[in-house]
Structure formats: C-alpha cells, structure tokens
C-alpha cells in the first residue's frame, strides 16, 4: 500500500500506462530499478497483472523517478537469471519465498 501523499511528492516511482480495454490513463507507484539501458520491475503480482498487461499491449509506458520523466519502450518479460544479472550488487533480491520467477524489463527510449 502507497501513500497518496508520497506519490504526488515524488517519492516514489510511478509508471503511467494506458488501459488496454478502457483507454483510461493509469498510475502505478513501483519499484524501478535502473539498468543497462533501461529499467527492471519486480513482478510481484506475476505478469498477469492488470499494469503488466497494459504495458505489454501499448507496447511501452513512462516512468517518473526521481524528478524527472522518461519514456520506455519494448517491454518484455525477462526470467530470474537475467534479471538478476542485470542488477546492480547492491539492490536487493526478493526473497525466495515469495517465488518471484517474472520480471518485466523495457529500454529507454533515446530523445
């Protein structure tokens, strides 16, 4: 659960998709984690997900964090391996527990 406050506030990362179906405009506050040439989501929900969905069918999203916007483009699923390959040492993994085997990674689109 997020806080109202803490997203207007740009605390956190928040990702604005379209509705595939509804064509509603949509934020979800995440947790985005810088990569090479773009960003990396923990699928904690799993790539069923209403937002995932969204993404994968508009074919990208924008992604405000910290500050600033930037557009992303080319979403795809990626497994555990490249995920955690990707990442830096110092972001922490999810727990095993959690069974946590989808990640969704998309590039940075070049201005």
Do not use: C, K
Not at 20 to 32: K, N
Not at 40 to 56: A, C, K, M, R, T
Not at 76 to 85: D, I, M
């Amino acid at each position: 659960m997020f806080n109202p406050r803490a997203i207007a506030g740009g605390r956190w990362p928040v990702l604005t998709h379209v509705g595939r179906v509804s064509g509603r405009t949509y934020r979800t506050p995440l947790d985005a984690h810088s990569v090479d040439g773009g960003y990396l989501f923990v699928l904690v929900y799993g790539s069923g997900s209403d937002w995932v969905q969204n993404v994968l069918a508009a074919g990208g999203a924008r992604l405000r964090i910290e500050g600033r916007e930037v557009d992303l483009a080319a979403p795809r699923l990626v497994g555990e391996a490249e995920a955690f390959r990707s990442l830096s040492d110092d972001v922490a993994r999810p727990p095993r527990l959690l069974r946590i085997t989808e990640f969704l990674r998309m590039d940075l689109v070049a201005d």
